[in-house]
């Protein structure tokens, strides 16, 4: 069965835009990341959505259109639990600068 709308927006509202893999881990040098892409499925359809840092704003990717979806990801939220969409693969995008890489000692 088709999740409810109900049960998209729980999905949906537990997705993090933001993940911090050192408070994740523990591990120091670990990175940020920002949700940048998701694709999303519904019946035989896909639709991708991805936040357009130079626009800022969400877009949405529906066959061969690309619109604008709005500044927020409620926008996001919405759109997808309107059309009846839940997620299925989420790309995220690395921080820059919040990365220390451990020094490589060599012989």
Known sequence: PDPSVNEIGT????????????AVYGKEGMCEMHLRVMICYYGKHYNTY???????????FDDSIVKAVGTNWGHVVDRCKRGHFHPSVLFYERVPGTYAPKKIITN
Do not use: E, H, Q, T
Request: charged share 20%.
């Open 50 to 60: 991805f936040y357009s840092k130079s626009r800022r704003k969400w877009l949405v």
């Open 11 to 22: 999905i949906m509202n537990l997705i993090s835009l933001r993940i911090n893999f050192f």
